[in-house]
Nanobody
C-alpha cells in the first residue's frame, strides 16, 4: 500500500482557520481513483472520521461536529486532497490523518492507505 503524507497542521487560536493537505508518496497513486477521508484522534479518544469524499467527488460526508465548518476537497491536477478547517474550536485539537481507499465504505478497512498524521492544536 502506498503511504500518504499530510501537512498544514499547527497551532491556531480559536476561531482561526487551517488547511490540511494530503499527497501520495508515489506519483502513480491517483487520489482521483480513490475515496479520501480525514480522520482525527485526540488523546484518550478513538480515531473518528470527520470528513470524506468519494472517488468521483460527487459525495461528501461530514461528522456532525464539523458540519458547516470543515470542507473536504481534492485537486486532481495536483493529486492532492485538502481539508479546509474554519471556525476552529479547542475541541478540534487532535492528530489529523488522511486515508485513501476504493470507496468511502472501505476507509476503515485494511484496504485503506494512511498517512502519519499532522498535529492540530487550537488554543482558547
Amino acid at each position: 500500500q502506498v503511504s500518504l503524507v499530510e501537512s498544514g497542521g499547527g497551532l491556531v487560536q480559536a476561531g482561526g482557520s487551517l488547511r490540511l493537505s494530503c499527497v501520495a508518496s508515489e506519483r502513480t497513486f491517483l487520489l482521483s481513483e480513490n475515496a479520501m477521508g480525514w480522520f482525527r484522534q485526540a488523546p484518550g479518544k478513538e480515531r473518528e472520521l470527520v470528513a470524506a469524499i468519494s472517488w468521483s467527488g460527487g459525495e461528501t460526508n461530514y461528522a456532525d461536529a464539523v458540519k458547516g465548518r470543515f470542507t473536504v476537497s481534492r485537486d486532481d491536477a495536483r493529486n492532492t486532497g485538502y481539508l479546509q478547517m474554519n471556525s476552529l474550536r479547542p475541541e478540534d485539537t487532535a492528530v489529523y490523518y488522511c486515508a485513501a481507499a476504493p470507496t468511502i465504505g472501505t476507509l476503515r478497512t485494511a484496504l485503506a492507505s494512511w498517512g502519519q498524521g499532522t498535529q492540530v492544536t487550537v488554543s482558547s
